[in-house]
DNA sequence: CACATTCTGGACTGAATGGTCCACAATATT
DNA sequence: AATATTGTGGACCATTCAGTCCAGAATGTG
């Protein structure tokens, strides 16, 4: 994808991870479709050629943009998680976090990456599908540590992805806030940990 | 909206509810911004003049579409409800129904909506707004026809809605039955209805 | 039958789209 | 300093977009 060494010539006078931060802004504001290059280069304050040099085209990009996000999330739910002693204090964060109560009408990217392209996109939705499987792994590990069953844990973990998802849409339907903290007690009640 | 009666001319040669639900299907399908006045002019087989002369706009079309689809879907629920005397069975019958499990890759045309448009769409948000309440109000009403107390019919109601749009997700990216099944239990578990 | 009214096909429009291209700028190597 | 190599700005392109418009077709009314 990048070059690692350059024989020579002029260096790029932008840095690629800033630009793709900046671009995967935009995508999260305003979904792929109604994202214009124009919005692209203006966002990363990039020209045209540069843009392409770096990135080969739209589609690529957003490909980009969501492997970066959700190797981010995921890597901040780790580490959440590993930052307490206790399984269940680890857990209680991590339902928090996920479940999360304010107001966010950007929503979360995965989400709304899979609901826009999904269906047209076979190469995102299989990234997503690796995505959501990744998280529930994660909490499946979790939920076993405190002595629960296999087979109820991966359900449990499956149903507070589904939450997860859930309050991301709620979130951007700005339902009130109330109306989430509940969905997040019930989470944390699914886990006796209300 | 439409003309109740016309004093003379040449009548419609398509009928509007017809057309309406082919678009609607269309919306469903690709999401707002990916569908072309092309696709819908196809879709319908009408003519520019005749699709705007009947709807105005693609926007107005799409915001006729989503109120269809919504006052559709509750319209359904509450007759699946009252097929059934049972309170307990009226409650599986409605949750089997909400958090589906059969994999479909359109997924759920409100959660489509919401996410592609709310925060864009203000008027469109606020449809959404309207129809999770009114999903959330049915369910409640359901809940505590069986004995339960408010706060808590309130409270799970809202979590399986939450269920419910997570699920849709999760069908749009593809994601395996069998996980969609375990949701599915531990939803109706969360009633005491496994 | 003539007329008023409405509907319809398709040509047309200006704007915006994603993407390409090239002359020139900037730097590392020799 | 000459050269090779790469980056950059902006003009440019064909295509597609949502939406308009009008001439003519079709039908009810008198």
């Known amino acids: 994808m990048s ?19 900046d671009a995967l802004d935009v995508f999260w504001r305003k979904g792929y479709e109604a994202t214009s290059l124009d919005d692209l280069t203006e966002a990363t304050q990039l020209s045209r050629s540069s843009f392409y040099a770096a990135f080969g085209s739209k589609r690529e990009l957003l490909l980009h943009a969501y492997r970066r996000y959700a190797d981010a999330f995921y890597a901040d ?5 590993d ?3 206790d399984t269940d204090v680890a857990l209680r ?6 479940v999360d109560t304010r107001p966010d009408d950007r929503g979360c990217f995965c989400v709304n990456a899979i609901v826009e392209l999904a269906p047209s996109e076979p190469e995102l939705a299989e990234l997503g599908r690796a995505h959501i499987q990744r998280m529930c792994a994660l909490l499946e590990e ?9 087979p109820v844990a991966r ?8 939450l ?13 806030e109330d109306t989430l903290k509940f ?7 699914l886990l006796d940990l209300a």
Chains 1, 2 share one sequence.
């Open 164 to 176: 997860t998802m859930g309050s991301a849409v709620f979130r951007k339907a700005s339902v009130d």
């Open 77 to 81: 739910m780790k580490a959440l998680a």
């Open 3 to 21: 070059k690692i060494v350059s024989r020579a010539g002029r260096p790029r006078s932008f840095d690629q991870q800033v630009a793709l931060g």
């Open 83 to 85: 930052e307490h002693e």
């Open 183 to 189: 969905v997040q007690k019930q989470a944390l009640g």
């Open 155 to 162: 359900a449990q973990a499956a149903t507070l992805m589904t």
């Open 93 to 98: 964060a991590v339902v928090r976090a996920l």
């Open 142 to 150: 979790l939920i076993t540590q405190r002595g629960t069953r296999r």
